[in-house]
Nanobody, 125 residues
Framework: QVRLVESGGGLVQPGDSLRLSCAPSERPVSRYTLAWFRQAPGKEREFVAVHNRNNNHQYYADSVKGRFTISRDNAQNTLYLQMNGLKPEDTAVYYC??????????????????WGQGLQVTVSS
C-alpha cells in the first residue's frame, strides 16, 4: 500500500506564507487523487484542497480559496500546498490523503483510505 510522506509546517506569523509537501512512496504522483485536510483542536477534520487525477482539476474549501494553491510536480513526484496570507484560524494539523473519491464525495474525508502522518501549522503573533 502506498505511503504518504509529508514535510513542511511550523510556526509563522499572520500574513506569512508556508508550503507543505506530500510525496507518495510509489510513482507516479499523477496516478493519485491527492487532497489536503486539516484538523484543529476540538474540531472535526475538514477539507482544504484536492487535486483530482480524473479531470486534472483542483478544488478548494471556501475558507482558503484565493489564499492557498494546490499543485503537483510530476518530476519531483510531489504534491504541494502553498499557503499565503495565513490567519490564526488556519492553525491545525494538516494531513495529506489519497483514495478513490468521486466528485460527489471528493471533500469527504471518509472517501480517503490512506493518510500522511500530519503536520502542525501554527499561525500566531
Amino acid at each position: 500500500q502506498v505511503r504518504l510522506v509529508e514535510s513542511g509546517g511550523g510556526l509563522v506569523q499572520p500574513g506569512d506564507s508556508l508550503r507543505l509537501s506530500c510525496a507518495p512512496s510509489e510513482r507516479p504522483v499523477s496516478r493519485y487523487t491527492l487532497a489536503w485536510f486539516r484538523q484543529a483542536p476540538g474540531k472535526e477534520r475538514e477539507f482544504v484542497a484536492v487535486h483530482n487525477r480524473n479531470n486534472n482539476h483542483q478544488y478548494y474549501a471556501d475558507s482558503v480559496k484565493g489564499r492557498f494553491t494546490i499543485s503537483r510536480d510530476n518530476a519531483q513526484n510531489t504534491l504541494y500546498l502553498q499557503m499565503n496570507g495565513l490567519k490564526p484560524e488556519d492553525t491545525a494539523v494538516y494531513y495529506c490523503a489519497t483514495g478513490t473519491p468521486i466528485l460527489s464525495n471528493i471533500r469527504n474525508p471518509a472517501a480517503y483510505n490512506t493518510w500522511g502522518q500530519g503536520l502542525q501549522v501554527t499561525v500566531s503573533s
